[in-house]
């Protein structure tokens, strides 16, 4: 008995994380067209950077960790040369805050799924609780 | 042994499917019959290379003593050391010993009258040299100039000296183009542009007196965005430079120019400087297509719109982003006569133009006649990236960073991706 309730949790996590996943895909697939727009020329289309100028989006703790603290950096930007994971990047980064919330949901939820990252999905209603945040 | 032959035989024949592959692929306008593949670049025939240090990091500019020593000056430190003396004990062209001093980073170096000068970010030092070109104290600096502005964005400080004991330091601008918001979509341009009171332009300042300040110096030359490569032309006896041109047509006005256009423009430009000249940063750029100076969109240009003001003509023009970073009039006898007193630049290789590709990572060549270009750039040495799936700034292999010329006249170039140094020589057949 205890088995098959393991199996039937196992399963419905299972089918749980699948259905999230190919959840997500509309949203990646829209912004990736946000980043291409937007995004490419600095971060450029692998998400590698430019060494020195740009930093990479790939598994850095900005783009894969506290979803506040992302939405916030693409929302304000910044010209104050903030260390990321410990390197300087000599560019400025634009405030990004003319994109609609679903854009930044979109493009901040692509990031978050390719260049190597896997992590959770940026919403809507999340973007626009940091906007207001945000001057 | 016969392991060996066999072994050998794979190698010549992968060697030449190589060779064969990177003629076929490359599409630049070199006349591939006359290239030859060595030390991993491309070269006219007569030409080969050797790379005379490997591993030194970030390898800004460089220079050659008469005895044939390098001196490299590093933006990031190896070993604890920011400037490295290269020897080659047993003259295969290949250095064998190295010695490092300086503990700050920074882009310019270069010898003249008996003194090592580099730089810093944000000052100049020089360093008395012996009677073989050997630093005498590493760690005595004479600090000549100081309190250069650095706010990140074009922060490397280039040098040059002329032959009156003068050096020419490039501060270049923090900004993209003077907008009110630096690199943001529609953000229109400050007028008149702050930032050239203090940055955007060559100063000048005198080789031999201590702790100059910006009181001391004089702005020799204004609206450059930011220089890396210049170079004293000897046989005109004047200042060439080579200015990065602005960044983000399209992604700054989007209306107004598409992203095949934003690759393109603006020209990257060679001008030669004379005192109190304006190149024309931020309000114009060099459009080498249409061969106009145009009005910049954050200052009202519409990508037609033409100046009326006096900013002078740049004396040879190049696609855009391709960062030149090395400039180097050839002055010796190793090289066919072709090269004499004709330009090398050193092109670090773009970003700015994605989502088009990427283009630079070469050495081009300007021909001089008279002091001014007597035909078009071509193509000299290529293929630094390591491969066409290279040409990208965070893939490419190496990236030509800065130039020197040898006593012999050889060609030194260093590549501040892969820290190697290379020395490129002819032979007539």
């Known amino acids: 008995m205890k088995k098959i309730i393991i199996t039937i949790l196992v399963v419905a996590f299972f089918s749980l994380y699948l259905f999230a996943q190919t959840n997500i895909k509309p949203s990646v697939n829209r912004g990736k067209i946000v980043y291409e727009t937007y995004c490419l020329t600095c971060h450029q289309d692998d998400g590698a950077g430019v060494p020195k100028l740009n930093p990479t989006l790939s598994n850095t703790s900005y783009t894969t960790g506290d979803k506040k603290k992302l939405i916030t950096w693409v929302l304000k930007g910044t010209t104050d040369k903030i260390a990321i994971d410990g390197k300087f990047y000599s560019n400025n980064m634009a405030p990004q805050n003319y994109l609609k919330d679903e854009e930044i949901a979109d493009v901040l ?14 919403t809507v209603a999340e973007v626009k609780a940091v906007r207001a945040t945000v001057k | 042994m016969k392991n060996k032959r066999f072994y050998s035989m794979l190698a010549l024949a992968i060697i030449c499917a190589n060779s064969l592959l990177a003629c076929s692929n490359d599409t630049s306008s070199v006349d591939k019959s006359t290239t030859v593949l060595n030390a991993g670049l491309e070269l006219p025939t007569g030409f080969s290379t050797i790379k005379a240090a490997e591993g030194l990091g970030e390898a800004r500019h460089i220079t050659v003593t008469p005895q044939g ?5 590093l933006s990031s430190a190896y070993k604890d050391k920011t400037i490295y003396y290269l ?15 300086g503990d700050y980073v920074g882009t310019g170096i270069t010898i003249k009258n008996g003194y090592l000068y580099a730089s810093s970010n944000t000052e100049v030092y020089r360093y008395k040299l012996d009677a073989a070109n050997k630093v005498i104290d590493p760690s005595k600096p004479e600090k000549i100039i100081t309190g250069l502005i650095a706010r990140f964005q074009h922060d490397s400080k280039s040098i040059a000296l002329d032959n009156d004991g003068n050096i020419y330091v490039n501060i270049g601008a923090y900004s993209n183009s003077c907008q009110e918001k630096d690199r943001s979509k529609g953000s229109m341009g400050i007028m008149p542009c702050p930032i050239l009171d203090s940055a955007g332009g060559i100063w000048k300042f005198k080789a031999d007196k201590l702790n100059q300040t910006y009181a001391d110096g004089i702005r020799y030359a204004t609206g450059l965005r930011n220089v890396v490569g210049l170079d004293w032309n000897n046989s005109t006896n004047s ?9 983000g047509l399209h992604d700054l006005f989007p209306d107004l120019y598409d992203t095949k256009q934003s690759a393109e423009l603006p020209a990257e430009c060679m001008y030669e400087l004379k005192e109190g000249v304006n190149c024309g940063w931020p309000y114009v750029y060099y459009d080498h297509i249409q061969k106009k100076k145009i009005i910049n969109p954050e200052y009202g240009g ?60 070469l050495v081009a060549f300007v021909p001089f006649k008279d002091g001014k270009p007597s035909s078009d750039w071509e193509i000299f040495a290529d293929n630094f990236a390591g491969g066409p799936e290279f040409v990208s700034p965070g893939k490419a292999k190496h990236r030509p960073c800065g130039l020197a010329q040898g006593p012999d006249g050889s060609l030194y170039v260093s590549d501040d991706s892969g820290g190697t140094i290379y020395k490129i020589t002819y032979k007539a057949k």
């Open chain 1, 109 to 122: 939820t692509y990031i978050r799924n390719s260049f190597g990252n896997k992590a959770s999905a940026v």
């Open chain 2, 69 to 73: 020593d390098i001196y490299v000056k």
């Open chain 2, 87 to 101: 020897h080659d004990n047993n003259g295969d062209g290949k250095t064998d010993v190295q010695t490092g001093f």
């Open chain 2, 239 to 247: 200042l060439f430079v080579m200015q990065h041109g602005r960044d």
């Open chain 2, 302 to 361: 519409d990508g037609k719109k033409t100046t009326t003001e006096n900013f002078i003509d740049p004396v040879a023009a190049f696609p855009g982003h391709m960062a030149p970073n090395g400039l180097l009039f050839y002055t010796g006898n190793m090289f066919p006569e072709k090269y004499k007193n004709g330009a090398f630049i050193a092109f670090h290789g773009s970003w700015n133009r994605a989502p088009e590709p990427q283009k630079g990572y």
